[in-house]
């Protein structure tokens, strides 16, 4: 089972900043790796597929970058719907796993 | 545009079996594009994937779950299902439905979720 670490688990910010997220993994996964975000009592929102693109409808001040085992969540200026918190997942192998997710929060 | 609906009940006993069903609108489960997978968070707590089915009837279950868990395709009814037998407190989540694009390697649309506590 591939493991996924993400850093930091908080991260404190403030509106108009840069969020740097990490996530790492256990052993390569290409570049089969996603990012959602999920807000208080709702669903994960895919926003990033293969480890850089993003889905439809994801603004562009969220981009992913990275391969192999490390990667890169970064939101360029934090809009207040931001505040979230954010998994990353992969799909190299089977089981799919997500990293323990990271909380940006005001 | 595709919607998901988890379906069951939100309590369930102690060593009983949990049942979900999720029902799909504006796709059809036997599309070759997907696979349909669950997901559980438990409360406050992160994401855990359960186990994905292809419309062939094909699956895939977390390891850690397996000999509890089984997910089958009603293609009538355009709906997939979830059961874990033997359940306990630690069973306790938010289930999600999702569909999983096989070209975007990624979960691309989800259910609201549906909550299921273990009590007796």
């Known amino acids: 089972e591939i493991v996924l670490t993400q850093s930091p688990v908080t991260l404190s910010l403030s509106p108009g900043e840069r969020a740097t997220l990490s996530c790492r993994a256990s052993?390569?996964?290409?570049?089969?790796l996603a990012w959602y975000q999920q807000r208080p009592g709702q669903a994960p929102r895919l926003l990033i597929y293969?480890?850089?693109n993003r889905a439809t409808g994801i603004p562009a001040r969220f981009s992913g970058s990275g391969s192999g085992t490390d990667f890169t969540l970064t939101i360029s200026s934090l809009e207040p719907e931001d505040f979230a918190v954010y998994y990353c997942?992969?799909?190299?192998?089977?089981?799919?796993?997500f990293g323990g997710g990271t909380k940006v929060e005001i | 545009q595709v919607q998901l609906q988890e379906s069951g009940p939100g309590l369930v006993k102690p060593s009983e079996t949990l049942s979900l069903t999720c029902t799909i609108s504006?796709?059809?489960?036997?599309?070759?594009?997907?696979?349909w997978g669950w997901i559980r968070q438990p409360p406050g707590k992160g994401l855990e994937w359960i186990g994905s089915?292809?419309?062939?009837?094909?699956?895939y279950y977390n390891p850690s779950l397996k000999s509890r868990v089984s997910i089958s395709v009603d293609t009538s009814k355009n709906q997939f299902s979830l059961k874990v037998t033997s359940v306990s407190a630690t069973d306790t989540s938010m289930y999600f439905c999702?569909?999983?694009?096989?070209?975007?390697?990624?979960?691309?649309?989800w259910g609201q979720g549906t909550l299921v506590t273990v009590s007796s």
């Open positions: 999702a569909r999983q694009n096989r070209q975007l390697a990624a979960f691309d649309s």
């Open positions: 504006g796709d059809s489960i036997s599309s070759s594009y997907y696979y």
């Open positions: 089915i292809f419309s062939s009837g094909n699956t």
């Open positions: 052993q390569s996964v290409s570049t089969y």
């Open positions: 293969d480890a850089s």
């Open positions: 997942q992969q799909r190299s192998n089977w089981p799919l796993t």
